[in-house]
């Protein structure tokens, strides 16, 4: 018979701690997303845990990109007029 392939050896672990830390963020704010399983993680004995790949990825999910710029709209000649906007009428009857 062949002997089972055994899986490489594991990544060192990140505790919940050095996650936080290392991502700038508060270890209760990593528990709760860890809890609503928002972020990827390792459970073990009831402890998170993450590896390099979890916190690169956790990093990427709240990358933020900046907007694409929109183009400008062509200002109008001088002279021209703009369309009269309608007075609004008051909600409510105004009482002497």
Do not use: N
């Not at 990827?40 to 990825?57: D, G, M, N, Q």
């Amino acid at each position: 018979m062949t002997e089972p392939e055994r899986a490489s050896p594991p990544e060192s672990l990140i505790t919940l701690p050095e996650a936080a830390e290392r991502l700038c963020v508060k270890e209760s704010w990593l528990k709760k997303e860890c809890a609503a399983r928002r972020v990827p993680f390792i459970l073990i004995s009831r402890k998170y845990r993450f590896t390099e790949a979890h916190i690169a990825e956790i990093t990427a999910m709240f990358e933020q990109r900046p907007a694409q710029e929109a183009t400008p709209q062509p200002r109008p000649k001088a002279g021209t007029k703009r369309p009269l906007q309608r007075a609004r009428r008051p909600l409510r009857a105004l009482k002497d």
